[in-house]
């Protein structure tokens, strides 16, 4: 069979993802090192990818025989609590942002999602709906290939933490991102916005939803106390503030750009205007701003710059569940679903404001 080699370009990847669904019933576990090894490697010892260093030479092949040391390792925690009974609703309720996350970069990259790539940690729950490969250039490609896997990390990480809930429904189709910018414009948008067409408006999608997270775990920082709890917390936050400022830093080099076929719409102003509109869902203040603002609201009051949305301070902004809910609803209602999940977010507190109160029974064991 001839050997997979896509150092040219990210499309180059799809006949060895479909190879790989095909058989992803029988070898599920094997598909992400398989994906892996498709992007980095044609056979045993042979790099086609410039961009992936040999272990030997990589910088982080650092062998040491004392990296156990004690010099090595935290200070012990004041609270020696790992997890706290009232750590796990909160922290659960961060998997519906990187369920949604998960489910949006693997698609665009992969044209898969968790049921081929790890399909163990959607716990049973229902497949997104219009999620589907878009047409990414080869940077954006391997940034979001990255963070998609990422976000993988982060579903297991989390479950084996505090344990999870089944993936809920997940409306991720261009219709419903249509909808999202229709209602930051106050029209509709002709022709219907399309996440998947091209980088310029893949990385506008992007704008959408992981700042969501940023603000998300902010907010449940001073609510929760294990040690074990606030470690997976501090590195989901690093990480998720790391991708936003990606996307966003790539957008703000295309600031001023017309975003085709909207004659006289820059790509700042589709920042500014979902900005706006998710203020006004989320019904607490300005708590997002676009990549540029008045200079009396950028950093020190000095700067119009806003690569990084933040407060006076230059600190991230909080949300609470019931703002990133009415939200993700696109209802302004924590207690109407609608937008990105049609049946309503799941776990413990996204169920009580839908009046659906979660059984024990749905919360589930930590992944393997």
Known sequence: MTPCTFSQHPRML???????????????????????????????????DPTCPLAKVSAVAVETLDCGGPRCQPPAPHVPVPVFPYDIDPMQFALNLEYTEAEFFLHAAFGVGLDQIAPNLTLGGTPP????????????WRIVAEFGLQEVGHIRAIQNTVGGFARPKIDLSASN????????????????????????????????????????????????????????????????AGQDAVFRALLFERKSETVPPYK?????????????????????????????????????????????SADRDSLSYARTPEELL??????????????????????????????????AGDNKAPAN
């Open 177 to 240: 991102f249509a909808r999202v910018m229709d209602q930051a414009f106050g029209y509709h948008l002709d022709p219907p916005f399309n996440p998947y067409i091209d980088s310029r408006n893949f990385l506008l999608a992007c704008y959408v939803i992981p700042y969501l997270g940023i603000n998300g775990y902010t907010g449940t920082n001073p609510i929760i106390d294990g040690y074990e709890t606030k470690h997976l917390l501090a590195g989901l936050l690093a990480v998720e």
């Open 14 to 48: 799809e006949p060895c993802v479909k190879m790989a669904v095909a058989s992803s019933h029988t070898y599920a576990p094997l598909l992400l090192l398989f994906l892996l090894a498709c992007s980095c490697r044609a056979s045993p010892g042979h790099a086609v």
């Open 129 to 140: 709906v219009g999620a589907m490969k878009a047409n990414l250039d080869e940077v954006t």
């Open 264 to 308: 006289g719409i820059t790509v700042a102003e589709f920042t500014d205007r979902i900005s706006a509109a998710r203020n006004q869902l989320g019904k607490c203040g300005v708590k997002d701003e676009g990549l540029t603002v008045p200079p009396e609201l950028g950093a020190e009051g000095r700067i119009c710059t806003n690569v990084l």
């Open 326 to 359: 009415s939200i993700l609803y696109l209802t302004g209602d924590e207690h109407v679903p609608g937008g990105f999940f049609p049946e309503g977010a799941n776990g413990k507190i996204a169920r009580e404001f839908l009046r659906k109160p979660f059984a």
